[in-house]
C-alpha cells in the first residue's frame, strides 16, 4: 500500500487496482475510506485506479488540527498525490460528496486536471445541494417498491430534522435493493469518519462566487453523472451543476441511483470509459 506525506506532515495512504492509463478516484461519505467503491464495477480493467484514503479514513492518518478535514482543506492533499505519483496532469473520478472536493481541485489547478468525471456528485463547492423536497419527489418514484410504505416516512422525517438516519431508508440510495446492494451495504457500514465527515461540510469551505469565477479558466471536459432515481443530486440538479462548467456534458443512467456502478456495472463502465478516452 503506497503512501505519501501531506503538507502538514500526516501520512496518508492510497490504492491502486488495475492496470493502463492512471485515474485519480476521491471517495465520498463524506470522509469514506475509498474502500466502498471497490473497482467500480469493472472500470479498473480499463484503468488503473487511484484510490485516494482522504486523511483519517481508510489506511490514512488522522491530521494534528481536526479542522483539517474541511473539504477546501483537503485540495492540498490531493495536489499533494499528483506530484508524488508523477503525474503533469491527471483524469480525476469523483463520488457524492467527492465532488466538491474535485471541484475546488479543478478550481484551484485547472491545468492538473485533463478529464473530470463528477459521479452522483454533490455539487455544494458551486453553492448547490440538494433539497429535502428533490430527495423526496425521487424516493416517490420507488413508490410500486416492496419496501417504500416502510422507508419512506422514515425518509421523509429525517430530511425535514423529524428524525434520525435509519438503516431501513437506504434502499432509496440504490437503483435495485438486491443481494448487491446489500451486501455492500453490509461490507461497508464500518467505513466512515463521522467526526471528519461532520467537519466535511463546516463554514468556510465554499466560496462558490469565487470558484465559480476559478473554473472558467478551466479547459478540460467534465461529465456530470446522475442516476435516474437519485435525489441527491437529481438528474435536474446535475443539469444545474453543469452549467458551472465550459465543457461539460451530462449523462444520466437509467434506473440508477446514487451507486450506478452497482445498479449497471456495465452501463456505468461504457459510459464512463467512453468519456474517459475522449
Known sequence: MPTFTASDGTRLAYHVRGEGEPLLVLPGGPMRASA???????????????????????????????????????????????????????????HSAGGSLAILYAAAHP????????????????GLRATPEERLAAARLRAAEPWYEEAFPLLEAWLTGAGDFDEAFLPFFHGRWDAVAQAHVAATEEQSNFEAGDRYFADGAFT?????????????????????LDGGPSPELARRAAEAFPNAEVTVQPGAA??????????FVRRTVEFLDG
Do not use: K, Q
Not at 486536471?113 to 456528485?121: E, F, K, N, P, Q
Not at 462558490?208 to 435516474?228: C, K, Q
Not at 446514487?258 to 452501463?267: A, M, Q, S
Open 258 to 267: 446514487h451507486y450506478p456502478w452497482l445498479d449497471d456495472p456495465e452501463w
Open 111 to 126: 491545468h492538473r486536471v485533463r478529464r473530470l468525471a463528477l459521479i452522483t456528485g454533490n455539487p455544494s463547492a458551486l
Open 208 to 228: 462558490p462566487d469565487a470558484t465559480r469565477a476559478a473554473l472558467r479558466t478551466l479547459t478540460a471536459p467534465v461529465l456530470v453523472y446522475a442516476g435516474e
Open 36 to 94: 466502498y467503491l471497490g473497482d467500480l464495477g469493472g472500470l479498473a480493467a480499463r484503468r488503473r485506479l487511484i484510490l485516494l484514503d482522504l486523511r483519517g479514513t481508510g489506511d490514512s492518518a488522522p491530521p494534528a488540527d481536526p479542522a483539517s478535514y474541511r473539504c477546501d482543506r483537503l485540495v492540498d492533499d490531493v495536489e499533494v498525490l499528483r506530484a508524488d505519483i508523477g503525474l503533469d496532469h491527471m483524469d480525476v473520478l469523483a
